[in-house]
């Protein structure tokens, strides 16, 4: 699905972003209401290349940013955008913090009808350390009263758990406190993903380095409370990492030219359903850990 950047402001400073630093520090004169509407109407047509990345894939849109939900047009472009994109999935990602604020999740989910998703990432357990890892303080606050004030809503939710150094030991806590807190995991999905090495995470990569098998190993620790939800994905990990019970857990969600396939998977019979490696993660850390199904 193409990724279309919303806005390019945040009001998160989060250590592991995908954007890099200067993103959010440029003009906001393309992301307008005007801008959007052209460029969403060019891709309808099918007039070149207009989004960065996936441009060419039909069927579902992801929103992202920045954060989204501080476009000064937010509510005004959402509708368009439901509105020209009927029976398309749309997943916005946010986080989330905006929802806090009881009105404006209630509106927002009177627009996002389905099929549509909102993702938001939860980096902790611990207020301190998700604040740390978004740069706000008072953001954990703010995040987990918006997923509150979302979940009476029928558009669907995604809670993202980003793996990286700064958390994969609170893995374990943090997915009981989602239990706790939201405990009919019927009216959400959790998606674990190992974090990419891209933008901000690039430039603070040596706070946030880890190796896959690592983040996989603690998945792998924390099984009998990842088996407690309904519907929970694994995004970015190779089947040969994880263990086998968490093998069909595994999703491909990024384009080929993103992820690379080593002389080690030649041969392997978990190849098909299996996203490889992350092309930055291979320039990193290399195939070592690949070992052939
Ligand atoms: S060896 Fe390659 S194809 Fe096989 S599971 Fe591992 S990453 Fe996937």
Redesign the pocket.
């Known amino acids: 699905m193409p990724d279309i950047a919303f806005w390019n402001k945040c009001n998160n400073k989060c250590v592991m972003c995908t954007n890099e630093g200067g993103f959010a520090r440029n003009g906001s004169q393309h992301y307008g209401l005007r801008p959007q509407v052209e460029k969403l109407e060019r891709w309808l047509g099918g007039r070149g290349q207009v989004y960065l990345k996936n441009d060419d894939t039909r069927g579902a849109v992801s929103l992202t940013g920045g954060e989204p939900t501080i476009h000064p047009d937010f509510f005004r472009l959402l509708a368009y955008f439901r509105r020209r994109l009927p029976g398309h999935g749309i997943t916005l990602l946010s986080n989330g913090r905006r929802f806090a604020d009881a009105e404006f999740a209630r509106r927002f989910l009177k627009i996002a009808v389905p099929p549509f998703f909102v993702a938001v990432p939860v980096h902790s357990a611990s207020p301190a350390l998700h604040d740390k890892i978004a740069g706000v303080k008072g953001a954990f606050a703010q995040t987990l009263a918006g997923l509150r004030n979302l979940f009476p809503g029928g558009t669907g939710l995604e809670i993202r758990l980003v793996l990286h150094k700064l958390n994969i030991k609170k893995l374990k806590p943090l997915l009981a406190f989602l239990l706790d807190n939201f405990p009919d995991t019927r009216r959400y999905r959790v998606c674990a993903i190992h974090y990419e090495i891209e933008g901000m995470s690039l430039t603070n990569h040596r706070r946030l380095a880890i190796a896959l098998k690592e983040s996989a190993a603690a998945l792998g620790a924390a099984l009998p409370l990842v088996k407690r939800f309904n519907d929970f994905r694994l995004y970015h990990f190779?089947?040969?990492?994880v263990r086998p019970e968490l093998r069909p857990l595994c999703r491909v969600t990024l384009p080929p030219e993103d992820r690379v396939?080593?002389a080690?998977?030649r041969g392997?019979r978990?190849?098909r359903g299996?996203?490889?490696?992350m092309a930055e993660y291979y320039k990193a850390f290399g195939d070592g850990e690949?070992?052939?199904?």
């Open positions: 190779p089947r040969c990492l396939y080593t080690k998977c392997c978990a190849r299996c996203l490889g490696l690949l070992r052939r199904l």
